[in-house]
């Protein structure tokens, strides 16, 4: 027989109550927060009863439609807190030492609002963030430079603290410059004036000493080896000279049997020593070797715009790859030839027309980027050196196309480094300062 005994009803009830426990605490933890009244004297409804047992009731706010009722369950088994004690709200990660402040009504309506704002709050602070560094970028002195600057103008030669008195120079022709000074050629008064970058007159060469009344319409000049080379075009030589101006020698130029005699307008030197000579007459352009021996011609002496022909050849320059730099007055136009004499690439403005376009000298940095002055238009063109057009220099406002030009006439270039000299046959001696990523990057 089983050892089972009826359950009475007081057991009945007992259990009842311990199942509920769970459920009870289920439902304080989800009305945390809520005004919870306790009252041993109420019913499920406020109201006074003897038949119903003591009861909770739930203070609802006035704009939210009644709950509905709960089943009333005995006070001795459901553990009420205290009032004294704070209620951490299940919804919240509160840790377990920083405890809810009690009486924080509403806490469900402030996490709303707190959401609301942080998104537009975060936007707004990165928008900030990308306008101050806009305005860095804008304004502080970063690697990449910017238009190009004049940091010399010198319409005369001044006298300075040498004592060399400055007279005028007439046409100057060509410009030179090294780390020492800057030279002139002074074509109208057959002699090269030596500059600080001051604008100082330091020395005249060739007004006196063994180069006295030497120079005859000279048009172009480069230095080479510590030496100044001088197209001496009214003789049909080249002149050597020591940057004191002491002659070291004289190059005749050959002349062709039965033709006009050559009229040197340009030169410049290869790094291995190879010397080219422009001559306007011929419309070619020679070859000499290491020791000054005549070695051969670039063009056929045409005067045509064809490729590999030449029109008035004027100014010449070699790149560190030893390619060969041509402006043509005829063409309007620079053509770059490589060391074995192939034509590689045409720097041209208004598809070389020299109505439009007048190419008078070429300089090449050492980054590759390719100037070449124009008469015609007053300014100076700039170009990559693969032949893109990247804009103009001489500019009052280098940022604007409209601006004045500070340029009239420019016929002599040369650059050293980040400077490039500008000789002004009417304006004078100009330098500029220029950073190559400023054309590139426009």
Not at 355 to 369: F, I, K, L, N
Request: proline content about 7%; aromatic content about 8%; overall charge negative.
């Amino acid at each position: 027989m089983s050892g089972k005994r009826p359950a009475s009803p007081d057991a009945d009830e007992a259990t009842e109550a311990v199942d509920l426990e769970g459920a009870i605490a289920e439902i304080d933890r989800l009305l945390a927060g809520m005004d919870i009244e306790v009252d041993s004297d109420a019913g499920p409804n406020g109201a006074s009863s003897e038949s119903d047992p003591p009861g909770i009731s739930i203070a609802e706010p006035e704009d939210v439609p009644p709950a509905a009722s709960h089943s009333t369950v005995p006070i001795e088994t459901m553990p009420v807190a205290p009032t004294d004690t704070p209620q951490q709200d299940p919804q919240q990660d509160t840790p377990e030492d920083v405890p809810t402040p009690a009486g924080d009504e509403g806490g469900g309506e402030d996490a709303t609002k707190r959401t609301r704002f942080k998104w537009p709050a975060l936007w707004a602070g990165l928008i900030l963030i990308a306008v101050l560094a806009g305005v860095w970028y804008l304004f502080s002195d970063s690697d990449e430079g910017g238009p190009p600057l004049v940091r010399l103008a010198v319409e005369q030669p001044i006298t300075g603290d040498a004592g060399i008195v400055a007279t005028q120079w007439v046409d100057p022709a060509a410009v030179a410059a090294n780390d020492d000074a800057i030279y002139v050629l002074d074509r109208g008064n057959n002699r090269i004036l030596a500059i600080n970058d001051q604008g100082e007159v330091v020395d005249v060469l060739c007004e006196t000493g063994d180069c006295a009344f030497l120079l005859s319409d000279p048009q172009a000049m480069r230095i080479h080896a510590d030496k100044l080379y001088v197209a001496n075009t009214g003789a049909a030589e080249i002149v050597v000279l020591t940057l004191d101006g002491s002659l070291v020698s004289q190059i005749p130029l050959p002349a062709d049997e039965g033709g006009p005699a050559p009229e040197p307008t340009g030169l410049a030197f290869a790094n291995t020593g190879l010397m080219f000579v422009s001559d306007g007459a011929t419309d070619r352009v020679l070859r000499f070797g290491v020791l000054g021996d005549f070695s051969g011609y670039l063009g056929e002496g045409l005067e045509d715009d064809a490729r590999y022909q030449l029109s008035d050849p004027a100014g010449l320059t070699v790149d560190f790859g030893g390619n060969l730099y041509v402006s043509e007055r005829g063409n309007g136009r620079v053509q770059k030839f490589s060391p074995a004499g192939r034509l590689l690439t045409t720097f041209w403005m208004a598809a070389g027309d020299p109505d439009v376009s007048t190419a008078t000298d070429v300089a090449v940095a050492e980054d590759g980027t390719v100037f070449f002055s124009d008469t015609k238009r007053s300014i100076v063109h700039v170009f990559s050196q693969e032949g893109r057009y990247l804009g103009i220099l001489g500019l009052l406002d280098a940022t604007r196309r409209d601006s004045p030009g500070v340029l009239r006439e420019p016929v002599g270039l040369d650059v050293v480094e980040d400077r490039l000299f500008v000789i002004d046959a009417r304006e004078g001696l100009y330098e500029f300062e220029f950073d190559s990523s400023y054309w590139f990057r426009r």
